[in-house]
């Protein structure tokens, strides 16, 4: 595959590497404002920063290009994307995360929730650990733990907690802490006064995040329309 990077940083990068391994071809490179002509790939991956994702995944759907996003921390454009999609019948795949091991937890998450929900006595909690050049907070993928949660269980919103937040009863609260150089971890905690029961995914690199990206990439060649991790990997 003829593949164009929209955002050439860390995981940009690290995709180049997986992309080249699994002898595909880098022909674009894009790291900022500049003007390019993306109809020279045959798909594109995103991972650029939140303010210029949505213009990005756009400019692929008017080419007809296929395009996976991982950028994280521009969902509130996230329908008028899919409205741009399906104007011009494009292929999308959204994910939060990409690494296979943090989509078996999505769904590990959403079966704990529903056990949980009816055990009054526990608190959920989340926490998720980042490197110190993270742009956003929470983490896209605390927010689709978050999301799932609320699906299965009584609690209607997140919060991100801060000095000055206050927790409300429907609410999930969402710790979000900044080390440096820690690729990505997430922790789903409930309590109660005799025990608590804990989940966590950790990732050790990268490769994980760009190996999903790769794959998905391949998988949505082809086809027309908007499609998740859960159909290129086939669990849940
Ligand atoms: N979904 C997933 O599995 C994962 C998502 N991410 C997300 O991916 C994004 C990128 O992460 P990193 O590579 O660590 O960040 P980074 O800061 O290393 O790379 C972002 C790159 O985007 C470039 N950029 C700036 N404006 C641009 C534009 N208009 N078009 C294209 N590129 C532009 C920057 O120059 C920079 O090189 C973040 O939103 C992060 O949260 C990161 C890891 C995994
Ligand atoms: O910015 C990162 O690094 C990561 N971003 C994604 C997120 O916001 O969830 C995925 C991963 O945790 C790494």
């Not at 595909?24 to 991956?45: C, P, Q, R, T």
């Not at 091991?101 to 608190?123: P, Q, R, T």
């Not at 109660?192 to 989940?199: P, T």
């Not at 086809?223 to 849940?236: Q, R």
């Amino acid at each position: 595959m003829k593949i164009a990077l929209l955002g050439y940083g860390r995981m940009g990068k690290e995709i180049e590497k997986i992309a080249l391994q699994r002898r595909h071809e880098i022909v674009l490179k894009v790291s900022g404002e500049e003007s390019y002509d993306i109809s020279v790939a045959d798909v594109a991956i995103d991972f650029s920063i939140p303010s210029a994702a949505y213009q990005n995944i756009t400019n692929c759907f008017q080419n007809k290009v296929p395009v996976i996003s991982g950028t994280t921390g521009w969902l509130e454009k996230y329908d008028d994307a899919i409205a741009v999609c399906k104007e011009h019948s494009g292929s999308f795949i959204y994910a939060s995360n990409f690494s296979l091991g943090v989509n078996i937890f999505f769904e590990l998450n959403k079966h704990l929730s529903k056990m949980m929900n009816a055990l009054e006595d526990y608190k959920v909690s989340m926490e998720e650990i980042h490197h110190t050049k993270k742009l956003d907070a929470p983490s896209g993928t605390a927010i689709t733990l978050a999301e799932g949660i609320i699906e299965n269980s009584s609690k209607e919103k997140w919060q991100l907690e801060t000095e000055n937040s206050s927790v409300q009863q429907d609410e999930i609260p969402i710790v979000a802490k900044r080390i440096p150089d820690v690729p990505g971890t997430h922790v789903i905690n409930y309590d109660s006064e005799v025990d608590s029961i804990e989940i966590k995914h950790t990732a050790h690199s990268r490769k994980g995040f760009a190996l999903g990206a790769v794959v998905a990439a391949e998988w949505l060649i082809g086809k027309t329309g908007v499609y998740t991790m859960k159909d290129v990997l086939n669990i849940g």
